[in-house]
């Protein structure tokens, strides 16, 4: 199956999925803790670019999701996002 053919929605449903899932069971050791929590920002973070772009068809920018941009967003949150929106309009 190629990724292009995703429905929005499933994409969303696939991650909010995978989120609850590491949320809900958790881990009992601390580094896979820390590497849990991690990779659930990382995954809010492409969640979050994902919804940027969706609305950003309308306005005109787009930002790739990679696991960068995924974990800058993730990690930094709204400013991060602020910041990749400034890069991709104003640098590139």
Do not use: W
């Amino acid at each position: 199956m190629d990724v292009n053919t995703f429905e929005p929605i499933t994409i969303v449903v696939i991650l909010g999925g995978l989120i609850g899932l590491m949320l809900i069971l958790g881990a009992p050791i601390k580094p896979i803790r820390l590497v849990g929590r991690g990779l659930i920002k990382v995954m809010l973070g492409a969640l979050g670019l994902f919804i940027i772009n969706s609305f950003g068809t309308f306005i005109g920018f787009h930002i790739p999701i990679n696991f960068v941009t995924a974990a800058i967003s993730g990690f930094l949150g709204i400013p991060g996002m602020a910041a990749l929106l400034a890069i991709d309009q104003i640098v590139l």
